[in-house]
Protein backbone atom coordinates (compact mmCIF):
# COMPACT_ATOMS: atom_id res chain seq x y z
CA UNK A 1 0.00 0.00 0.00
CA UNK A 2 2.91 2.07 0.78
CA UNK A 3 4.90 2.43 -2.29
CA UNK A 4 1.02 2.61 -4.06
CA UNK A 5 0.49 5.79 -1.96
CA UNK A 6 4.63 7.07 -3.61
CA UNK A 7 3.55 6.38 -7.16
CA UNK A 8 0.22 8.11 -7.09
CA UNK A 9 2.12 11.21 -5.36
CA UNK A 10 4.61 11.14 -7.80
CA UNK A 11 2.34 10.44 -10.43
CA UNK A 12 0.49 14.03 -9.36
CA UNK A 13 3.56 15.24 -8.62
CA UNK A 14 4.99 14.94 -12.35
CA UNK A 15 1.34 15.67 -13.66
CA UNK A 16 1.13 19.27 -11.96
CA UNK A 17 5.11 20.55 -11.96
CA UNK A 18 5.79 18.52 -15.76
CA UNK A 19 9.22 17.18 -14.05
CA UNK A 20 10.05 14.32 -12.34
CA UNK A 21 10.90 14.23 -8.83
CA UNK A 22 14.86 14.54 -7.49
CA UNK A 23 13.84 13.31 -3.67
CA UNK A 24 10.31 12.04 -2.05
CA UNK A 25 10.35 11.92 1.97
CA UNK A 26 8.25 10.70 4.62
CA UNK A 27 7.93 13.91 7.23
CA UNK A 28 7.57 12.65 10.90
CA UNK A 29 3.74 11.53 11.94
CA UNK A 30 1.58 13.74 14.37
CA UNK A 31 -1.41 12.50 16.00
CA UNK A 32 -3.12 12.07 13.37
CA UNK A 33 -3.67 8.98 10.58
CA UNK A 34 -3.06 11.33 7.72
CA UNK A 35 0.37 10.99 6.15
CA UNK A 36 2.56 13.56 4.18
CA UNK A 37 5.68 13.56 2.14
CA UNK A 38 8.15 16.78 0.95
CA UNK A 39 8.61 16.06 -2.48
CA UNK A 40 11.08 18.35 -4.33
CA UNK A 41 12.13 18.72 -7.96
CA UNK A 42 14.20 20.56 -9.86
CA UNK A 43 12.18 24.00 -9.39
CA UNK A 44 9.60 23.22 -7.02
CA UNK A 45 9.13 21.72 -3.46
CA UNK A 46 5.50 20.69 -2.20
CA UNK A 47 4.11 18.71 0.06
CA UNK A 48 1.94 15.43 -0.58
CA UNK A 49 -0.55 14.23 1.41
CA UNK A 50 -2.49 11.41 1.82
CA UNK A 51 -5.69 10.59 3.58
CA UNK A 52 -8.21 8.10 3.52
CA UNK A 53 -10.64 10.22 5.47
CA UNK A 54 -12.58 11.67 1.79
CA UNK A 55 -14.70 13.73 3.77
CA UNK A 56 -11.81 15.07 6.01
CA UNK A 57 -10.08 15.75 2.88
CA UNK A 58 -12.76 17.97 1.24
CA UNK A 59 -13.62 19.63 4.11
CA UNK A 60 -10.08 20.50 4.39
CA UNK A 61 -9.26 21.68 0.66
CA UNK A 62 -12.87 23.64 0.93
CA UNK A 63 -11.68 25.36 3.96
CA UNK A 64 -8.33 26.05 2.33
CA UNK A 65 -9.44 27.90 -0.36
CA UNK A 66 -12.13 30.06 1.48
CA UNK A 67 -9.57 30.66 4.34
CA UNK A 68 -6.90 32.22 1.60
CA UNK A 69 -9.68 34.02 -0.82
CA UNK A 70 -10.22 35.47 2.55
CA UNK A 71 -6.73 37.18 2.92
CA UNK A 72 -5.56 34.67 5.53
CA UNK A 73 -2.61 32.65 5.73
CA UNK A 74 -2.70 29.24 5.31
CA UNK A 75 -1.19 26.81 2.76
CA UNK A 76 -2.06 26.74 -0.79
CA UNK A 77 -3.84 23.52 -2.00
CA UNK A 78 -2.24 23.37 -5.67
CA UNK A 79 -4.29 19.69 -6.99
CA UNK A 80 -5.35 16.89 -5.66
CA UNK A 81 -6.48 13.13 -6.62
CA UNK A 82 -9.44 12.70 -4.47
CA UNK A 83 -10.83 9.39 -5.67
CA UNK A 84 -7.02 8.35 -4.23
CA UNK A 85 -7.05 10.91 -1.04
CA UNK A 86 -3.81 12.74 -2.22
CA UNK A 87 -3.47 16.08 -3.06
CA UNK A 88 -0.15 18.61 -3.13
CA UNK A 89 0.04 21.37 -0.68
CA UNK A 90 2.52 24.82 -0.48
CA UNK A 91 5.15 23.54 1.56
CA UNK A 92 5.83 26.06 4.50
CA UNK A 93 9.21 24.51 6.06
CA UNK A 94 9.36 22.39 9.17
CA UNK A 95 9.47 25.25 12.16
CA UNK A 96 6.42 25.15 14.30
CA UNK A 97 4.96 27.45 16.56
CA UNK A 98 5.47 24.26 18.67
CA UNK A 99 9.26 23.54 17.77
CA UNK A 100 10.06 27.14 18.55
CA UNK A 101 8.79 26.82 21.65
CA UNK A 102 10.12 23.62 23.01
CA UNK A 103 13.46 26.52 23.26
CA UNK A 104 11.39 28.16 25.91
CA UNK A 105 11.91 26.37 30.02
CA UNK A 106 8.59 26.05 31.58
CA UNK A 107 7.27 28.20 34.19
CA UNK A 108 9.89 30.95 32.98
CA UNK A 109 8.32 34.40 31.62
CA UNK A 110 8.28 34.55 27.97
CA UNK A 111 10.38 38.03 27.23
CA UNK A 112 10.03 39.82 24.40
CA UNK A 113 10.08 37.69 21.02
CA UNK A 114 7.99 34.99 22.55
CA UNK A 115 5.36 37.41 23.09
CA UNK A 116 6.00 39.13 20.35
CA UNK A 117 5.17 36.24 18.19
CA UNK A 118 1.99 34.88 20.14
CA UNK A 119 0.33 38.64 19.61
CA UNK A 120 1.08 38.32 15.70
CA UNK A 121 -0.77 35.00 16.04
CA UNK A 122 -3.81 36.94 17.65
CA UNK A 123 -3.41 39.65 15.80
CA UNK A 124 -4.12 37.58 12.56
CA UNK A 125 -7.35 36.16 14.50
CA UNK A 126 -10.17 38.46 13.60
CA UNK A 127 -9.58 37.96 9.86
CA UNK A 128 -9.68 33.76 10.18
CA UNK A 129 -12.47 33.66 13.29
CA UNK A 130 -14.82 36.67 11.67
CA UNK A 131 -13.35 38.10 8.95
CA UNK A 132 -13.16 34.84 7.25
CA UNK A 133 -16.32 33.59 8.06
CA UNK A 134 -19.03 35.58 5.66
CA UNK A 135 -19.61 33.52 3.09
CA UNK A 136 -18.78 30.20 4.27
CA UNK A 137 -20.89 27.16 3.26
CA UNK A 138 -20.61 25.43 6.97
CA UNK A 139 -22.31 22.10 5.55
CA UNK A 140 -18.84 21.23 3.84
CA UNK A 141 -17.72 21.01 7.69
CA UNK A 142 -16.37 17.94 8.96
CA UNK A 143 -18.01 15.97 10.95
CA UNK A 144 -20.27 18.55 11.85
CA UNK A 145 -21.21 22.27 10.42
CA UNK A 146 -21.18 23.65 14.24
CA UNK A 147 -19.78 22.96 17.41
CA UNK A 148 -22.84 22.52 19.38
CA UNK A 149 -24.37 19.88 21.70
CA UNK A 150 -23.83 16.67 19.53
CA UNK A 151 -20.10 17.68 19.45
CA UNK A 152 -19.42 19.25 22.74
CA UNK A 153 -20.65 15.71 24.35
CA UNK A 154 -18.52 13.51 22.44
CA UNK A 155 -15.41 16.24 23.87
CA UNK A 156 -16.69 15.24 27.02
CA UNK A 157 -16.80 11.52 26.21
CA UNK A 158 -13.53 11.28 25.08
CA UNK A 159 -12.30 12.43 28.47
CA UNK A 160 -14.56 10.21 30.03
CA UNK A 161 -13.56 6.95 27.97
CA UNK A 162 -10.33 7.90 27.51
CA UNK A 163 -8.49 8.90 29.80
CA UNK A 164 -10.64 8.68 33.08
CA UNK A 165 -11.56 4.72 32.24
CA UNK A 166 -8.09 4.08 31.44
CA UNK A 167 -6.30 5.92 34.45
CA UNK A 168 -8.83 3.88 36.67
CA UNK A 169 -10.45 7.29 37.85
CA UNK A 170 -13.85 5.95 39.79
CA UNK A 171 -16.55 7.90 38.82
CA UNK A 172 -20.77 7.46 39.09
CA UNK A 173 -21.71 7.38 35.62
CA UNK A 174 -24.99 9.14 36.12
CA UNK A 175 -23.60 12.31 38.36
CA UNK A 176 -20.90 12.51 35.20
CA UNK A 177 -23.40 12.63 32.84
CA UNK A 178 -25.48 15.52 34.88
CA UNK A 179 -22.35 17.22 35.10
CA UNK A 180 -21.79 17.14 31.30
CA UNK A 181 -25.09 18.20 30.74
CA UNK A 182 -24.74 21.04 33.02
CA UNK A 183 -21.92 22.18 31.45
CA UNK A 184 -22.53 22.47 28.12
CA UNK A 185 -25.83 23.56 28.39
CA UNK A 186 -23.89 26.49 29.86
CA UNK A 187 -21.60 26.97 26.66
CA UNK A 188 -24.58 27.29 24.70
CA UNK A 189 -25.84 30.25 26.39
CA UNK A 190 -22.59 31.68 24.24
CA UNK A 191 -22.14 33.09 20.91
CA UNK A 192 -21.68 30.38 18.38
CA UNK A 193 -21.46 32.65 14.98
CA UNK A 194 -17.58 32.61 13.97
CA UNK A 195 -15.55 30.76 12.16
CA UNK A 196 -13.66 27.46 15.10
CA UNK A 197 -10.66 26.54 13.42
CA UNK A 198 -11.00 23.95 16.20
CA UNK A 199 -7.30 22.40 16.61
CA UNK A 200 -5.81 25.90 17.35
CA UNK A 201 -2.25 25.10 18.84
CA UNK A 202 1.01 25.56 18.04
CA UNK A 203 1.58 22.51 16.09
CA UNK A 204 -0.85 24.19 13.92
CA UNK A 205 0.99 26.89 13.22
CA UNK A 206 3.96 27.60 11.10
CA UNK A 207 6.88 30.15 11.37
CA UNK A 208 7.71 30.33 7.57
CA UNK A 209 9.78 33.31 5.79
CA UNK A 210 9.08 35.81 9.08
CA UNK A 211 5.44 35.06 8.63
CA UNK A 212 2.93 33.08 10.60
CA UNK A 213 0.74 30.72 8.73
CA UNK A 214 -1.83 28.09 9.95
CA UNK A 215 -2.60 24.75 8.75
CA UNK A 216 -4.64 21.76 9.62
CA UNK A 217 -7.91 23.12 10.03
CA UNK A 218 -9.91 20.29 8.71
CA UNK A 219 -11.79 20.36 12.08
CA UNK A 220 -13.09 24.00 11.75
CA UNK A 221 -16.69 24.95 11.75
CA UNK A 222 -19.02 27.59 13.05
CA UNK A 223 -18.62 27.93 16.93
CA UNK A 224 -17.56 30.25 19.86
CA UNK A 225 -14.93 32.87 19.68
CA UNK A 226 -13.46 31.58 23.10
CA UNK A 227 -12.62 28.18 21.80
CA UNK A 228 -9.75 28.76 19.59
CA UNK A 229 -8.27 31.45 22.51
CA UNK A 230 -8.40 28.35 25.01
CA UNK A 231 -6.50 26.12 22.37
CA UNK A 232 -4.36 28.68 22.02
CA UNK A 233 -3.40 29.40 25.14
CA UNK A 234 -3.76 26.10 27.44
CA UNK A 235 -1.99 24.01 25.19
CA UNK A 236 -0.18 21.65 27.62
CA UNK A 237 3.22 21.24 25.81
CA UNK A 238 3.82 25.02 25.13
CA UNK A 239 3.83 25.60 28.95
CA UNK A 240 3.08 29.32 29.07
CA UNK A 241 3.41 30.89 32.75
CA UNK A 242 -0.23 32.13 33.89
CA UNK A 243 0.93 35.84 34.10
CA UNK A 244 1.77 35.58 30.26
CA UNK A 245 -1.51 34.04 29.40
CA UNK A 246 -3.22 36.91 31.01
CA UNK A 247 -1.63 39.47 29.01
CA UNK A 248 -2.03 37.54 25.87
CA UNK A 249 -6.14 37.58 26.90
CA UNK A 250 -5.92 41.37 27.63
CA UNK A 251 -4.15 41.26 24.34
CA UNK A 252 -7.23 39.82 22.40
CA UNK A 253 -9.45 41.56 24.63
CA UNK A 254 -7.78 44.53 22.92
CA UNK A 255 -7.43 43.49 18.98
CA UNK A 256 -11.15 42.34 19.15
CA UNK A 257 -12.60 45.29 20.54
CA UNK A 258 -10.55 47.75 17.53
CA UNK A 259 -11.10 45.02 14.83
CA UNK A 260 -14.62 44.01 15.35
CA UNK A 261 -17.38 46.41 16.06
CA UNK A 262 -19.82 43.92 17.52
CA UNK A 263 -17.50 42.27 19.83
CA UNK A 264 -18.83 42.50 23.71
CA UNK A 265 -15.37 41.93 25.96
CA UNK A 266 -17.58 40.88 28.70
CA UNK A 267 -20.08 38.43 27.21
CA UNK A 268 -16.69 36.80 25.78
CA UNK A 269 -15.51 36.55 29.54
CA UNK A 270 -18.48 35.54 31.09
CA UNK A 271 -18.17 32.00 28.80
CA UNK A 272 -14.43 31.63 28.43
CA UNK A 273 -13.10 29.78 31.37
CA UNK A 274 -16.17 27.37 30.14
CA UNK A 275 -14.45 26.49 26.79
CA UNK A 276 -10.94 26.37 28.57
CA UNK A 277 -12.09 23.47 30.38
CA UNK A 278 -13.92 21.56 27.71
CA UNK A 279 -11.07 22.35 25.55
CA UNK A 280 -8.24 20.80 28.48
CA UNK A 281 -10.55 17.79 28.67
CA UNK A 282 -10.60 17.15 25.40
CA UNK A 283 -6.97 17.52 24.73
CA UNK A 284 -6.81 15.05 27.76
CA UNK A 285 -8.98 12.43 26.14
CA UNK A 286 -6.78 12.78 22.88
CA UNK A 287 -3.50 12.51 25.38
CA UNK A 288 -5.14 9.53 26.80
CA UNK A 289 -6.44 7.70 23.97
CA UNK A 290 -2.64 8.45 21.73
CA UNK A 291 -0.74 7.48 25.00
CA UNK A 292 -2.62 4.44 26.51
CA UNK A 293 -4.70 2.95 23.63
CA UNK A 294 -2.30 3.36 20.99
CA UNK A 295 1.00 3.03 23.18
CA UNK A 296 2.45 6.23 21.69
CA UNK A 297 3.93 7.49 25.42
CA UNK A 298 5.02 10.65 23.84
CA UNK A 299 1.28 12.12 24.66
CA UNK A 300 1.71 11.28 27.85
CA UNK A 301 4.39 13.85 28.69
CA UNK A 302 1.50 16.03 27.99
CA UNK A 303 -0.89 14.48 31.18
CA UNK A 304 1.16 16.23 34.20
CA UNK A 305 0.93 19.84 32.66
CA UNK A 306 -2.51 19.67 32.08
CA UNK A 307 -3.02 18.62 35.80
CA UNK A 308 -0.73 21.68 36.41
CA UNK A 309 -3.41 23.35 34.13
CA UNK A 310 -6.22 22.10 35.94
CA UNK A 311 -5.40 22.84 39.73
CA UNK A 312 -4.81 26.95 38.34
CA UNK A 313 -8.07 26.64 36.73
CA UNK A 314 -10.23 25.75 39.94
CA UNK A 315 -7.89 28.02 41.93
CA UNK A 316 -8.50 31.16 39.60
CA UNK A 317 -11.06 30.37 37.53
CA UNK A 318 -14.21 28.79 38.80
CA UNK A 319 -17.50 28.17 37.11
CA UNK A 320 -20.98 29.77 37.41
CA UNK A 321 -22.42 25.91 36.98
CA UNK A 322 -22.79 23.80 39.81
CA UNK A 323 -20.48 20.73 38.68
CA UNK A 324 -19.83 18.69 41.83
CA UNK A 325 -18.45 15.40 40.14
CA UNK A 326 -16.60 17.00 38.19
CA UNK A 327 -14.42 18.39 40.27
CA UNK A 328 -14.49 15.56 42.47
CA UNK A 329 -12.46 13.84 39.32
CA UNK A 330 -10.53 17.10 38.76
CA UNK A 331 -9.15 16.40 42.69
CA UNK A 332 -8.43 13.32 42.24
CA UNK A 333 -6.40 13.86 38.69
CA UNK A 334 -3.99 17.09 40.65
CA UNK A 335 -3.65 14.68 43.75
CA UNK A 336 -2.59 11.38 41.42
CA UNK A 337 0.69 10.45 42.19
CA UNK A 338 0.77 8.38 39.15
CA UNK A 339 0.03 11.80 36.83
CA UNK A 340 3.08 13.46 38.38
CA UNK A 341 5.79 10.91 37.30
CA UNK A 342 4.78 10.07 33.89
CA UNK A 343 7.53 12.38 33.13
CA UNK A 344 10.65 10.79 35.21
CA UNK A 345 9.10 7.50 33.39
CA UNK A 346 9.66 8.67 29.95
CA UNK A 347 12.56 9.99 30.63
CA UNK A 348 14.17 6.73 30.79
CA UNK A 349 15.75 6.39 27.66
CA UNK A 350 19.42 8.11 26.70
CA UNK A 351 20.05 9.28 22.78
CA UNK A 352 23.55 9.26 22.50
CA UNK A 353 24.79 11.51 19.50
CA UNK A 354 28.62 10.93 18.30
CA UNK A 355 30.56 13.29 15.21
CA UNK A 356 33.80 11.05 14.77
CA UNK A 357 36.55 10.76 11.68
CA UNK A 358 37.00 7.46 10.31
CA UNK A 359 40.82 7.86 10.40
CA UNK A 360 40.40 7.03 14.25
CA UNK A 361 37.27 4.39 14.07
CA UNK A 362 33.77 4.41 14.82
CA UNK A 363 33.17 5.39 18.78
CA UNK A 364 32.31 2.21 20.98
CA UNK A 365 29.52 1.42 22.93
CA UNK A 366 29.78 1.41 26.55
CA UNK A 367 26.46 0.64 27.57
CA UNK A 368 26.69 -3.38 27.06
CA UNK A 369 24.06 -3.20 24.26
CA UNK A 370 26.04 -3.25 20.66
CA UNK A 371 25.79 0.42 19.56
CA UNK A 372 23.35 1.42 17.12
CA UNK A 373 23.10 3.69 13.87
CA UNK A 374 25.95 4.46 12.37
CA UNK A 375 25.52 7.31 9.02
CA UNK A 376 28.48 8.14 6.86
CA UNK A 377 28.66 11.67 5.87
CA UNK A 378 31.79 11.40 3.33
CA UNK A 379 29.66 11.60 0.61
CA UNK A 380 28.13 14.41 1.13
CA UNK A 381 29.63 18.38 0.09
CA UNK A 382 32.66 18.89 1.81
CA UNK A 383 33.41 22.44 3.44
CA UNK A 384 36.62 21.06 4.77
CA UNK A 385 37.89 21.27 0.85
CA UNK A 386 37.99 25.32 1.37
CA UNK A 387 40.39 27.94 3.18
CA UNK A 388 37.91 29.41 4.83
CA UNK A 389 36.07 26.97 6.52
CA UNK A 390 39.92 25.54 7.98
CA UNK A 391 39.67 27.21 11.41
CA UNK A 392 35.81 26.33 12.01
CA UNK A 393 33.42 23.28 12.58
CA UNK A 394 30.20 22.41 12.13
CA UNK A 395 28.95 24.54 14.71
CA UNK A 396 30.33 27.30 13.30
CA UNK A 397 27.68 29.41 11.66
CA UNK A 398 29.33 29.85 8.19
CA UNK A 399 29.96 25.94 8.14
CA UNK A 400 25.95 25.32 9.01
CA UNK A 401 25.23 28.09 6.37
CA UNK A 402 26.69 26.69 3.39
CA UNK A 403 26.21 23.29 4.14
CA UNK A 404 22.61 24.30 4.63
CA UNK A 405 22.65 25.49 1.33
CA UNK A 406 23.45 21.80 -0.36
CA UNK A 407 20.46 20.24 -1.73
CA UNK A 408 22.38 16.75 -0.63
CA UNK A 409 22.45 17.31 2.71
CA UNK A 410 19.25 18.19 3.18
CA UNK A 411 18.39 15.09 1.66
CA UNK A 412 20.67 13.02 4.05
CA UNK A 413 19.41 14.90 6.90
CA UNK A 414 15.80 13.93 6.14
CA UNK A 415 16.05 10.51 5.97
CA UNK A 416 18.29 10.25 8.65
CA UNK A 417 15.44 12.23 10.99
CA UNK A 418 13.04 10.21 9.68
CA UNK A 419 14.77 6.42 10.40
CA UNK A 420 16.40 7.97 13.98
CA UNK A 421 12.85 9.20 14.40
CA UNK A 422 10.93 5.81 13.73
CA UNK A 423 13.89 4.20 16.58
CA UNK A 424 13.25 6.52 19.42
CA UNK A 425 9.34 6.01 19.23
CA UNK A 426 9.88 2.21 19.26
CA UNK A 427 12.53 2.32 21.85
CA UNK A 428 10.19 4.47 24.34
CA UNK A 429 7.43 2.68 23.37
CA UNK A 430 9.19 -1.29 24.40
CA UNK A 431 10.97 0.86 27.53
CA UNK A 432 14.59 0.50 25.83
CA UNK A 433 17.24 2.56 27.59
CA UNK A 434 19.44 3.25 25.39
CA UNK A 435 20.65 4.35 21.53
CA UNK A 436 23.62 5.51 19.92
CA UNK A 437 23.72 7.30 16.62
CA UNK A 438 26.68 8.07 15.45
CA UNK A 439 27.92 10.28 12.39
CA UNK A 440 31.21 9.70 11.17
CA UNK A 441 33.06 11.91 8.12
CA UNK A 442 37.15 12.40 6.83
CA UNK A 443 38.16 14.61 9.47
CA UNK A 444 35.21 14.91 12.04
CA UNK A 445 35.00 18.40 12.19
CA UNK A 446 32.17 19.63 9.76
CA UNK A 447 29.89 17.19 8.20
CA UNK A 448 29.63 14.34 11.18
CA UNK A 449 29.79 17.58 13.42
CA UNK A 450 27.14 19.65 11.65
CA UNK A 451 24.93 16.10 11.42
CA UNK A 452 24.95 15.32 15.18
CA UNK A 453 23.95 18.52 15.98
CA UNK A 454 21.22 18.88 13.85
CA UNK A 455 19.82 15.35 14.93
CA UNK A 456 20.32 16.97 18.74
CA UNK A 457 18.33 19.32 18.03
CA UNK A 458 15.02 17.92 16.96
CA UNK A 459 15.30 14.85 19.32
CA UNK A 460 15.25 17.40 22.14
CA UNK A 461 12.79 19.71 20.55
CA UNK A 462 10.46 16.32 20.19
CA UNK A 463 10.83 13.84 22.97
CA UNK A 464 11.40 13.65 26.62
CA UNK A 465 14.42 11.73 26.70
CA UNK A 466 18.03 12.22 27.83
CA UNK A 467 20.26 13.30 24.79
CA UNK A 468 23.64 12.96 25.16
CA UNK A 469 26.23 14.39 22.40
CA UNK A 470 29.46 14.29 21.80
CA UNK A 471 31.82 15.68 19.19
CA UNK A 472 34.99 13.12 19.63
CA UNK A 473 37.20 14.82 16.94
CA UNK A 474 36.74 18.44 18.43
CA UNK A 475 37.31 17.29 22.02
CA UNK A 476 40.84 16.19 20.48
CA UNK A 477 41.55 19.51 19.27
CA UNK A 478 40.36 21.45 22.12
CA UNK A 479 42.61 19.17 24.85
CA UNK A 480 46.05 19.24 22.00
Not at 130 to 141: L, N
Request: hydrophobic content about 35%; proline content about 4%; aromatic content about 14%.
Amino acid sequence: MKADITQWITKLFEQYTGEKPVSLTPMPESGSYRRYYRITGNKKTVVGAFNTDFRENDAFIYLAGHLKKAGNKVPEVYTADLERGIYLLEDLGDTTLLDYMQQHKPGISFGKKNMEIYRRVIDAMPGLQVKAREEIDFSRCYPRPEFEYQSMHWDLNYFKYCFLKPMKITFDEQDLEDDFIRLIRFLLEAERESFMFRDFQSRNIMLHNNTVYFIDFQGGRKGPLQYDLASLLFEAKTSIPAKDKLKLLEYYLQVFNREIPSFNPDKFMNYYYGFVYIRLMQAMGAYGFRGYIEHKPLFLQSVPLAAKTLEWLLQHASLPVNLPALYRIFDTIIESKEIREFNTVYKSLTVSINSFSYKSGIPTDHTGNGGGFVFDCRALSNPGRYEEFMTVSGKDAPVIQYLEEKEDVTEFMSHVIFLVDQAVSEYKQRGFTSLMVNFGCTGGQHRSVYAAEKLCNFIRNKYPVNVVIRHRELEKTKHS
